[in-house]
Protein backbone atom coordinates (compact mmCIF):
# COMPACT_ATOMS: atom_id res chain seq x y z
CA UNK A 1 0.00 0.00 0.00
CA UNK A 2 2.64 2.36 1.15
CA UNK A 3 4.49 1.93 -1.64
CA UNK A 4 2.16 3.29 -4.04
CA UNK A 5 2.14 6.59 -1.89
CA UNK A 6 4.49 9.68 -1.32
CA UNK A 7 5.57 10.35 1.93
CA UNK A 8 2.95 13.21 2.85
CA UNK A 9 0.37 10.99 1.70
CA UNK A 10 1.77 7.85 3.89
CA UNK A 11 1.58 9.66 7.24
CA UNK A 12 -2.43 9.28 6.91
CA UNK A 13 -1.88 5.58 6.33
CA UNK A 14 0.69 5.41 9.13
CA UNK A 15 -1.62 7.79 11.51
CA UNK A 16 -4.21 4.54 10.94
CA UNK A 17 -1.83 1.77 11.55
CA UNK A 18 -3.48 2.38 15.51
CA UNK A 19 -6.22 4.43 16.68
CA UNK A 20 -4.93 4.54 20.09
CA UNK A 21 -1.14 5.93 19.40
CA UNK A 22 -1.91 7.40 16.31
CA UNK A 23 -0.01 10.27 17.02
CA UNK A 24 3.23 8.10 17.88
CA UNK A 25 2.98 6.39 14.97
CA UNK A 26 2.92 9.34 12.87
CA UNK A 27 6.04 10.94 15.17
CA UNK A 28 7.94 8.06 14.95
CA UNK A 29 7.47 7.78 10.90
CA UNK A 30 7.79 11.45 9.95
CA UNK A 31 11.23 11.34 12.02
CA UNK A 32 12.37 8.26 10.15
CA UNK A 33 11.62 10.24 6.91
CA UNK A 34 13.59 13.34 8.17
CA UNK A 35 16.69 11.47 9.23
CA UNK A 36 16.50 10.07 5.41
CA UNK A 37 16.17 13.37 3.95
CA UNK A 38 17.98 15.15 6.64
CA UNK A 39 15.67 17.45 7.71
CA UNK A 40 15.51 19.86 10.78
CA UNK A 41 12.49 20.81 12.65
CA UNK A 42 12.29 23.98 14.47
CA UNK A 43 11.98 23.92 18.24
CA UNK A 44 8.51 25.07 18.47
CA UNK A 45 7.03 21.87 16.43
CA UNK A 46 9.22 19.50 18.57
CA UNK A 47 7.52 21.39 21.59
CA UNK A 48 4.24 20.84 19.77
CA UNK A 49 4.90 17.23 19.38
CA UNK A 50 5.95 16.47 22.29
CA UNK A 51 2.56 18.11 23.65
CA UNK A 52 0.47 15.94 21.62
CA UNK A 53 2.29 13.11 22.58
CA UNK A 54 2.24 13.42 26.08
CA UNK A 55 -1.78 14.05 25.68
CA UNK A 56 -1.92 10.72 23.89
CA UNK A 57 0.22 8.94 26.35
CA UNK A 58 -2.63 10.19 29.21
CA UNK A 59 -5.52 8.89 27.30
CA UNK A 60 -4.18 6.01 26.21
CA UNK A 61 -3.29 5.36 30.28
CA UNK A 62 -6.57 5.98 31.61
CA UNK A 63 -7.91 3.91 29.16
CA UNK A 64 -6.34 1.53 29.43
CA UNK A 65 -6.66 1.69 33.08
CA UNK A 66 -10.21 1.51 32.98
CA UNK A 67 -10.61 -1.86 30.58
CA UNK A 68 -8.30 -3.09 33.24
CA UNK A 69 -10.37 -2.09 35.44
CA UNK A 70 -13.66 -3.65 33.82
CA UNK A 71 -11.71 -6.88 33.00
CA UNK A 72 -11.87 -7.86 36.41
CA UNK A 73 -15.47 -6.60 36.98
CA UNK A 74 -15.05 -2.87 38.32
CA UNK A 75 -17.57 -1.49 35.67
CA UNK A 76 -17.58 1.26 37.88
CA UNK A 77 -14.24 2.30 37.75
CA UNK A 78 -13.88 2.02 34.10
CA UNK A 79 -16.95 4.16 33.92
CA UNK A 80 -15.38 6.60 35.73
CA UNK A 81 -11.76 6.52 33.80
CA UNK A 82 -13.72 6.98 30.58
CA UNK A 83 -15.27 10.19 31.93
CA UNK A 84 -12.33 11.70 33.35
CA UNK A 85 -10.68 10.59 30.05
CA UNK A 86 -13.29 12.78 27.93
CA UNK A 87 -11.14 15.77 29.23
CA UNK A 88 -8.13 14.85 27.24
CA UNK A 89 -9.99 14.06 24.36
CA UNK A 90 -11.74 17.68 24.70
CA UNK A 91 -8.37 19.56 24.56
CA UNK A 92 -7.10 17.49 21.90
CA UNK A 93 -9.99 18.26 19.86
CA UNK A 94 -9.43 22.27 20.89
CA UNK A 95 -5.93 21.51 20.04
CA UNK A 96 -5.69 19.61 16.18
CA UNK A 97 -9.41 20.08 15.56
CA UNK A 98 -10.44 16.02 16.23
CA UNK A 99 -10.79 13.34 18.64
CA UNK A 100 -8.79 10.61 17.61
CA UNK A 101 -6.82 10.31 14.67
CA UNK A 102 -5.61 14.16 14.87
CA UNK A 103 -3.79 14.55 11.61
CA UNK A 104 -1.38 17.45 13.11
CA UNK A 105 2.02 15.73 12.22
CA UNK A 106 3.65 16.70 8.81
CA UNK A 107 7.39 16.15 7.32
CA UNK A 108 9.55 18.96 8.95
CA UNK A 109 6.99 19.96 11.83
CA UNK A 110 3.82 19.92 12.61
CA UNK A 111 0.22 21.76 10.75
CA UNK A 112 -1.47 23.17 13.86
CA UNK A 113 -0.02 26.18 16.20
CA UNK A 114 -0.53 26.09 19.64
CA UNK A 115 -2.65 29.63 20.42
CA UNK A 116 -2.53 30.94 23.39
CA UNK A 117 -6.46 29.91 23.72
CA UNK A 118 -5.32 26.05 23.39
CA UNK A 119 -2.44 26.99 25.60
CA UNK A 120 -4.90 28.23 28.30
CA UNK A 121 -7.44 24.90 27.54
CA UNK A 122 -4.64 23.07 28.63
CA UNK A 123 -3.43 24.35 31.43
CA UNK A 124 -7.07 24.49 32.59
CA UNK A 125 -6.92 21.04 31.66
CA UNK A 126 -3.40 19.73 33.83
CA UNK A 127 -5.38 21.46 36.90
CA UNK A 128 -8.97 19.69 36.74
CA UNK A 129 -6.26 16.05 36.17
CA UNK A 130 -4.80 17.55 39.67
CA UNK A 131 -8.00 17.63 41.31
CA UNK A 132 -10.07 14.94 39.64
CA UNK A 133 -7.60 12.17 39.30
CA UNK A 134 -6.80 11.45 42.98
CA UNK A 135 -10.29 9.84 42.81
CA UNK A 136 -9.33 7.17 40.24
CA UNK A 137 -6.18 6.68 42.10
CA UNK A 138 -8.17 6.38 45.58
CA UNK A 139 -10.78 4.03 44.11
CA UNK A 140 -8.79 1.58 42.51
CA UNK A 141 -5.07 1.49 44.12
CA UNK A 142 -6.35 1.71 47.84
CA UNK A 143 -9.23 -1.25 47.18
CA UNK A 144 -8.60 -4.18 48.44
CA UNK A 145 -10.41 -6.47 45.75
CA UNK A 146 -8.56 -4.58 43.08
CA UNK A 147 -5.48 -4.92 45.01
CA UNK A 148 -6.21 -8.75 45.68
CA UNK A 149 -6.41 -9.61 41.98
CA UNK A 150 -3.28 -7.56 40.57
CA UNK A 151 -0.61 -8.31 43.29
CA UNK A 152 1.66 -11.29 42.46
CA UNK A 153 -0.45 -12.07 39.23
CA UNK A 154 1.73 -12.32 36.13
CA UNK A 155 4.92 -11.83 37.64
CA UNK A 156 7.62 -10.67 35.08
CA UNK A 157 11.23 -10.51 37.16
CA UNK A 158 13.43 -7.77 36.06
CA UNK A 159 15.99 -9.90 34.46
CA UNK A 160 13.28 -11.99 32.65
CA UNK A 161 12.36 -8.59 31.01
CA UNK A 162 15.76 -7.65 29.51
CA UNK A 163 16.21 -11.58 28.13
CA UNK A 164 12.98 -11.08 26.34
CA UNK A 165 13.00 -7.57 25.46
CA UNK A 166 10.16 -6.28 27.31
CA UNK A 167 9.51 -2.41 26.58
CA UNK A 168 7.85 0.52 28.02
CA UNK A 169 5.72 0.17 30.85
CA UNK A 170 5.79 -3.62 30.72
CA UNK A 171 9.49 -3.17 31.67
CA UNK A 172 9.13 -0.67 34.15
CA UNK A 173 6.47 -2.11 36.03
CA UNK A 174 9.19 -5.15 36.57
CA UNK A 175 11.36 -2.15 38.10
CA UNK A 176 13.78 -1.41 34.58
CA UNK A 177 14.60 2.39 34.19
CA UNK A 178 13.95 2.45 30.85
CA UNK A 179 12.43 5.24 28.73
CA UNK A 180 13.40 6.61 25.85
CA UNK A 181 12.34 9.85 26.63
CA UNK A 182 15.39 9.59 29.34
CA UNK A 183 17.82 7.02 27.60
CA UNK A 184 17.69 8.96 24.20
CA UNK A 185 15.67 12.19 24.56
CA UNK A 186 13.56 13.25 21.09
CA UNK A 187 11.90 16.20 20.12
CA UNK A 188 11.57 18.64 23.39
CA UNK A 189 12.53 15.77 26.09
CA UNK A 190 16.00 16.83 25.92
CA UNK A 191 14.49 19.84 27.79
CA UNK A 192 12.14 18.31 30.12
CA UNK A 193 14.26 16.11 31.56
CA UNK A 194 12.24 12.99 31.67
CA UNK A 195 12.89 10.17 34.42
CA UNK A 196 11.58 6.67 34.26
CA UNK A 197 8.65 6.08 36.27
CA UNK A 198 9.32 2.42 38.18
CA UNK A 199 7.39 1.05 41.34
CA UNK A 200 10.04 0.60 43.70
CA UNK A 201 10.18 4.90 44.09
CA UNK A 202 6.42 4.33 45.02
CA UNK A 203 6.20 0.97 47.11
CA UNK A 204 9.53 0.63 48.32
CA UNK A 205 9.91 -2.84 46.51
CA UNK A 206 9.61 -4.43 43.09
CA UNK A 207 7.13 -7.52 42.02
CA UNK A 208 7.10 -6.75 38.56
CA UNK A 209 3.12 -7.62 38.61
CA UNK A 210 0.36 -6.70 36.96
CA UNK A 211 -0.21 -3.92 40.05
CA UNK A 212 3.41 -2.64 39.55
CA UNK A 213 2.52 -2.16 36.09
CA UNK A 214 -0.89 -0.80 36.56
CA UNK A 215 0.85 1.74 39.10
CA UNK A 216 3.53 2.76 37.03
CA UNK A 217 1.20 3.36 33.95
CA UNK A 218 -0.98 5.59 36.80
CA UNK A 219 1.88 7.22 38.03
CA UNK A 220 3.20 8.20 34.29
CA UNK A 221 -0.37 9.98 34.02
CA UNK A 222 0.57 12.29 36.42
CA UNK A 223 4.43 12.75 35.07
CA UNK A 224 2.56 13.67 32.02
CA UNK A 225 1.20 16.15 33.58
CA UNK A 226 4.26 18.00 34.90
CA UNK A 227 5.42 17.41 31.11
CA UNK A 228 2.92 19.28 29.77
CA UNK A 229 2.54 22.04 32.10
CA UNK A 230 6.37 22.47 31.30
CA UNK A 231 6.09 22.19 27.50
CA UNK A 232 3.39 25.18 27.72
CA UNK A 233 5.75 26.92 29.97
CA UNK A 234 8.49 26.66 28.16
CA UNK A 235 7.70 26.60 24.82
CA UNK A 236 9.35 29.04 22.62
CA UNK A 237 8.34 31.50 19.81
CA UNK A 238 9.49 30.31 16.40
CA UNK A 239 8.06 28.65 12.63
CA UNK A 240 6.02 25.49 13.02
CA UNK A 241 7.30 23.42 9.88
CA UNK A 242 10.56 23.18 8.19
CA UNK A 243 9.24 24.52 4.80
CA UNK A 244 5.24 25.58 4.89
CA UNK A 245 4.87 24.53 0.88
CA UNK A 246 4.11 21.31 -0.22
CA UNK A 247 5.78 20.42 -3.29
CA UNK A 248 8.97 22.20 -1.83
CA UNK A 249 8.87 19.25 0.67
CA UNK A 250 7.91 16.73 -1.87
CA UNK A 251 10.79 18.23 -3.95
CA UNK A 252 12.88 17.74 -1.42
CA UNK A 253 12.11 14.27 0.17
CA UNK A 254 12.50 13.37 -4.19
CA UNK A 255 15.46 14.46 -4.15
CA UNK A 256 16.63 12.70 -0.61
CA UNK A 257 18.15 9.46 -0.72
CA UNK A 258 19.02 6.89 2.39
CA UNK A 259 17.22 4.84 5.28
CA UNK A 260 16.42 7.09 8.60
CA UNK A 261 15.34 5.72 11.48
CA UNK A 262 12.59 7.21 14.22
CA UNK A 263 12.01 5.39 17.37
CA UNK A 264 9.86 6.82 20.22
CA UNK A 265 8.35 6.32 23.38
CA UNK A 266 4.94 5.28 22.50
CA UNK A 267 2.01 4.84 25.42
CA UNK A 268 3.30 0.77 25.15
CA UNK A 269 6.63 1.05 24.90
CA UNK A 270 8.91 1.60 21.93
CA UNK A 271 7.76 2.24 18.46
CA UNK A 272 10.37 2.12 15.50
CA UNK A 273 9.59 3.11 11.84
CA UNK A 274 12.42 2.87 8.99
CA UNK A 275 12.14 4.61 5.79
CA UNK A 276 14.14 4.44 2.68
CA UNK A 277 14.05 6.83 0.26
CA UNK A 278 15.53 6.48 -3.20
CA UNK A 279 16.86 9.75 -5.01
CA UNK A 280 14.16 10.42 -8.14
CA UNK A 281 11.35 8.31 -6.77
CA UNK A 282 8.71 9.67 -5.67
CA UNK A 283 7.33 7.00 -3.31
CA UNK A 284 8.41 5.18 -0.42
CA UNK A 285 11.08 2.43 -1.33
CA UNK A 286 10.06 0.08 1.89
CA UNK A 287 9.00 1.31 5.33
CA UNK A 288 9.16 -0.89 8.11
CA UNK A 289 7.06 -0.93 11.50
CA UNK A 290 7.72 -2.26 14.96
CA UNK A 291 5.16 -1.62 17.23
CA UNK A 292 5.76 -2.41 21.55
CA UNK A 293 3.22 -4.88 21.71
CA UNK A 294 5.24 -7.26 19.01
CA UNK A 295 8.09 -7.47 22.12
CA UNK A 296 5.64 -7.28 24.60
CA UNK A 297 3.71 -10.52 23.49
CA UNK A 298 6.85 -12.67 23.87
CA UNK A 299 6.74 -12.31 28.03
CA UNK A 300 3.32 -13.32 28.31
CA UNK A 301 4.11 -17.01 28.60
CA UNK A 302 6.50 -16.46 31.40
CA UNK A 303 3.22 -13.98 33.13
CA UNK A 304 0.74 -17.18 32.63
CA UNK A 305 3.46 -19.20 34.27
CA UNK A 306 1.45 -20.98 36.86
CA UNK A 307 -1.08 -18.76 36.94
CA UNK A 308 -5.33 -19.27 36.89
CA UNK A 309 -7.06 -19.48 33.55
CA UNK A 310 -9.59 -16.20 35.94
CA UNK A 311 -6.76 -14.19 35.68
CA UNK A 312 -5.57 -14.79 32.33
CA UNK A 313 -7.48 -11.77 30.67
CA UNK A 314 -5.97 -9.49 33.18
CA UNK A 315 -2.44 -10.89 32.26
CA UNK A 316 -2.99 -10.32 28.91
CA UNK A 317 -4.71 -6.99 29.33
CA UNK A 318 -1.76 -6.35 31.59
CA UNK A 319 1.02 -5.18 28.59
CA UNK A 320 -1.81 -3.32 27.14
CA UNK A 321 -1.55 -5.38 23.38
CA UNK A 322 -2.77 -4.41 20.58
CA UNK A 323 -4.50 -7.09 19.41
CA UNK A 324 -8.24 -8.07 18.92
CA UNK A 325 -8.67 -11.26 17.42
CA UNK A 326 -6.45 -13.67 19.95
CA UNK A 327 -8.53 -13.80 22.62
CA UNK A 328 -9.12 -17.47 23.13
CA UNK A 329 -7.11 -19.81 24.85
CA UNK A 330 -6.72 -23.74 24.48
CA UNK A 331 -6.64 -25.32 28.03
CA UNK A 332 -5.02 -28.99 27.79
CA UNK A 333 -4.88 -31.44 30.48
CA UNK A 334 -1.70 -33.77 29.68
CA UNK A 335 -2.54 -36.12 32.61
CA UNK A 336 -5.83 -37.26 31.12
CA UNK A 337 -4.85 -36.06 27.45
CA UNK A 338 -7.71 -33.79 26.94
CA UNK A 339 -8.06 -30.23 25.55
CA UNK A 340 -10.56 -27.57 25.14
CA UNK A 341 -10.84 -24.59 23.91
CA UNK A 342 -11.68 -21.28 26.32
CA UNK A 343 -13.58 -18.42 24.50
CA UNK A 344 -13.33 -15.13 25.82
CA UNK A 345 -16.67 -14.65 26.98
CA UNK A 346 -16.30 -17.42 29.30
CA UNK A 347 -12.57 -16.46 30.08
CA UNK A 348 -14.02 -12.89 30.85
CA UNK A 349 -16.90 -14.40 32.84
CA UNK A 350 -14.40 -16.42 34.96
CA UNK A 351 -12.15 -13.75 35.50
CA UNK A 352 -15.32 -11.33 36.54
CA UNK A 353 -16.27 -14.70 39.03
CA UNK A 354 -13.25 -14.59 41.10
CA UNK A 355 -13.27 -11.12 41.85
CA UNK A 356 -16.91 -11.92 42.84
CA UNK A 357 -15.20 -14.71 44.83
CA UNK A 358 -12.86 -12.94 46.69
CA UNK A 359 -16.01 -9.85 47.54
CA UNK A 360 -17.74 -12.76 49.00
CA UNK A 361 -14.76 -13.89 51.19
CA UNK B 1 -35.66 13.50 11.02
CA UNK B 2 -36.83 14.44 14.48
CA UNK B 3 -34.66 12.62 17.40
CA UNK B 4 -37.86 12.41 19.28
CA UNK B 5 -40.05 10.39 17.03
CA UNK B 6 -37.31 7.54 17.58
CA UNK B 7 -38.17 6.96 20.93
CA UNK B 8 -41.92 7.08 20.06
CA UNK B 9 -41.78 4.40 17.78
CA UNK B 10 -39.32 2.54 19.50
CA UNK B 11 -40.68 -1.03 20.61
CA UNK B 12 -37.90 -2.32 22.12
CA UNK B 13 -34.30 -1.13 23.02
CA UNK B 14 -32.03 -1.73 20.12
CA UNK B 15 -29.37 -4.45 20.61
CA UNK B 16 -26.22 -4.10 18.54
CA UNK B 17 -23.41 -6.53 18.01
CA UNK B 18 -19.97 -4.78 17.40
CA UNK B 19 -17.87 -6.73 14.79
CA UNK B 20 -14.39 -5.32 13.86
CA UNK B 21 -13.58 -6.52 10.64
CA UNK B 22 -9.69 -5.47 11.01
CA UNK B 23 -10.13 -1.62 11.70
CA UNK B 24 -7.93 0.60 12.65
CA UNK B 25 -8.88 0.91 16.40
CA UNK B 26 -10.42 4.62 16.08
CA UNK B 27 -13.78 3.89 15.30
CA UNK B 28 -14.14 1.47 17.96
CA UNK B 29 -12.48 3.67 20.70
CA UNK B 30 -15.56 6.27 19.21
CA UNK B 31 -17.78 2.95 20.01
CA UNK B 32 -16.67 2.59 23.49
CA UNK B 33 -17.04 6.92 24.03
CA UNK B 34 -20.18 5.96 22.60
CA UNK B 35 -21.39 4.26 25.19
CA UNK B 36 -19.48 5.08 28.48
CA UNK B 37 -21.00 8.12 30.75
CA UNK B 38 -20.45 11.42 28.68
CA UNK B 39 -22.55 10.07 25.48
CA UNK B 40 -24.08 7.32 27.02
CA UNK B 41 -25.96 5.44 24.76
CA UNK B 42 -27.47 3.35 26.34
CA UNK B 43 -29.67 5.69 28.30
CA UNK B 44 -31.90 4.88 25.08
CA UNK B 45 -31.12 1.42 25.61
CA UNK B 46 -28.91 0.47 23.11
CA UNK B 47 -26.06 -1.89 24.15
CA UNK B 48 -23.67 -3.96 22.76
CA UNK B 49 -24.74 -7.43 22.91
CA UNK B 50 -22.41 -10.45 22.96
CA UNK B 51 -23.51 -12.65 20.12
CA UNK B 52 -24.99 -11.55 16.44
CA UNK B 53 -28.18 -13.98 17.94
CA UNK B 54 -29.79 -11.51 20.33
CA UNK B 55 -29.27 -8.76 18.56
CA UNK B 56 -31.13 -6.26 15.83
CA UNK B 57 -28.12 -4.67 14.48
CA UNK B 58 -24.84 -5.15 13.46
CA UNK B 59 -22.55 -2.76 13.58
CA UNK B 60 -19.21 -2.82 11.27
CA UNK B 61 -16.15 -0.78 11.71
CA UNK B 62 -13.20 -1.95 9.79
CA UNK B 63 -12.50 -2.11 5.81
CA UNK B 64 -12.95 -5.97 5.96
CA UNK B 65 -9.79 -8.26 5.51
CA UNK B 66 -9.72 -11.33 3.56
CA UNK B 67 -9.49 -13.22 6.69
CA UNK B 68 -12.77 -11.33 7.87
CA UNK B 69 -14.75 -11.69 4.80
CA UNK B 70 -16.43 -15.46 5.33
CA UNK B 71 -16.53 -14.44 9.07
CA UNK B 72 -18.44 -11.34 8.26
CA UNK B 73 -20.93 -13.11 6.37
CA UNK B 74 -21.71 -16.02 8.91
CA UNK B 75 -21.98 -12.85 11.44
CA UNK B 76 -24.34 -11.56 9.01
CA UNK B 77 -26.58 -14.77 8.35
CA UNK B 78 -26.71 -15.37 12.33
CA UNK B 79 -28.43 -12.05 12.93
CA UNK B 80 -32.25 -12.54 13.18
CA UNK B 81 -34.65 -10.42 10.77
CA UNK B 82 -35.59 -7.63 10.66
CA UNK B 83 -31.75 -6.42 10.49
CA UNK B 84 -29.71 -3.61 9.69
CA UNK B 85 -26.34 -2.89 9.07
CA UNK B 86 -24.83 0.47 10.73
CA UNK B 87 -20.97 0.59 8.75
CA UNK B 88 -19.18 2.98 11.21
CA UNK B 89 -16.02 4.75 9.71
CA UNK B 90 -14.71 5.97 6.07
CA UNK B 91 -12.71 2.75 5.69
CA UNK B 92 -16.18 0.42 5.87
CA UNK B 93 -17.86 2.53 3.76
CA UNK B 94 -15.24 3.33 0.75
CA UNK B 95 -11.68 1.72 1.99
CA UNK B 96 -10.41 5.07 3.20
CA UNK B 97 -6.62 5.41 3.68
CA UNK B 98 -6.77 1.29 3.00
CA UNK B 99 -7.70 1.87 -0.42
CA UNK B 100 -6.43 -0.31 -3.08
CA UNK B 101 -4.61 -2.56 -0.19
CA UNK B 102 -3.79 -6.09 -1.46
CA UNK B 103 -5.58 -7.80 1.66
CA UNK B 104 -8.92 -6.48 0.97
CA UNK B 105 -12.24 -7.70 0.03
CA UNK B 106 -13.61 -4.76 1.24
CA UNK B 107 -15.72 -2.57 1.77
CA UNK B 108 -18.54 -3.63 3.90
CA UNK B 109 -21.36 -3.07 0.95
CA UNK B 110 -18.74 -5.36 -1.17
CA UNK B 111 -19.57 -8.25 1.08
CA UNK B 112 -22.79 -7.72 2.96
CA UNK B 113 -25.99 -5.25 2.08
CA UNK B 114 -25.65 -2.24 4.53
CA UNK B 115 -28.28 0.31 5.65
CA UNK B 116 -27.02 3.24 7.54
CA UNK B 117 -23.45 4.88 6.71
CA UNK B 118 -21.74 6.87 9.66
CA UNK B 119 -18.90 8.68 7.93
CA UNK B 120 -15.68 9.69 9.34
CA UNK B 121 -12.03 8.86 10.30
CA UNK B 122 -13.25 8.11 12.67
CA UNK B 123 -16.75 9.40 13.49
CA UNK B 124 -17.85 11.70 16.56
CA UNK B 125 -20.17 10.33 18.94
CA UNK B 126 -22.63 11.59 18.33
CA UNK B 127 -22.39 10.91 14.61
CA UNK B 128 -23.05 7.30 15.45
CA UNK B 129 -25.77 7.97 18.20
CA UNK B 130 -27.59 9.98 14.76
CA UNK B 131 -26.07 6.71 12.95
CA UNK B 132 -28.23 4.26 15.57
CA UNK B 133 -31.09 6.41 15.25
CA UNK B 134 -31.24 6.12 11.32
CA UNK B 135 -31.01 2.57 11.82
CA UNK B 136 -34.14 2.13 14.61
CA UNK B 137 -36.21 3.73 11.85
CA UNK B 138 -34.99 1.37 9.07
CA UNK B 139 -35.90 -1.17 11.67
CA UNK B 140 -39.19 -0.37 12.31
CA UNK B 141 -39.89 -0.39 8.37
CA UNK B 142 -38.46 -3.25 7.80
CA UNK B 143 -40.83 -4.90 10.73
CA UNK B 144 -43.59 -3.86 9.21
CA UNK B 145 -43.14 -4.90 6.00
CA UNK B 146 -42.65 -8.57 7.30
CA UNK B 147 -45.61 -8.34 8.57
CA UNK B 148 -47.75 -7.83 6.60
CA UNK B 149 -45.88 -10.31 4.47
CA UNK B 150 -47.09 -12.48 6.47
CA UNK B 151 -44.69 -12.22 9.48
CA UNK B 152 -45.40 -13.91 12.98
CA UNK B 153 -44.74 -11.87 15.79
S1 LIG C 1 -12.70 4.90 9.64
FE1 LIG C 1 -10.71 5.70 10.17
S2 LIG C 1 -10.69 5.70 12.41
FE2 LIG C 1 -12.33 4.37 11.77
S3 LIG C 1 -11.45 2.32 11.76
FE3 LIG C 1 -11.30 3.18 9.68
S4 LIG C 1 -9.29 4.10 9.55
FE4 LIG C 1 -9.76 3.79 11.73
Excluded at chain 2, 114 to 125: A, I, K, L
Amino acid sequence: MARERNPIQVIYLAERICGICSFSHIVAFVRAVEDAAKIEVPIRAQYIRSLVLELERIHSHILWAGVACYTFGYDSAFNLGMLLREKVMDVLEALTGNRVNYGVGTVGGVRRDLTPKAAAVVREMIAFYRREFETFLDVVTEDPIAKARMRNVGVLSPEDAVTYCALGPTARGSGLRVDLRHTSPYEAYGDLGVKPVVPQDYTGEVYGDVYDRFLVRVMEVIQSLDLLEKIVDGIPEGPITWEPKLPKVLASLKAADGTGWGIIEAPRGDDTHIVKLTKGEDNLTWWKVRAPTYSNAVSWPLMFMNQEIADAPLIINSIDPCISCMERILVSDEKIGRSEIVTKAQMMEKCREKTRRLMGA
Amino acid sequence: MKMTRVLEILPKSLWVFHCNSGSCNGCDIEIVATITPRYDIERFGMKLVGSPRHADALLVTGPVTKYMTDRLRRIYAQVPDPKVVIVVGNCGASGDVFFKSYSLDGPVDNIIPVDVYVHGCPPRPEAIIEGAAKAVLLLEKKREELLKAGASR
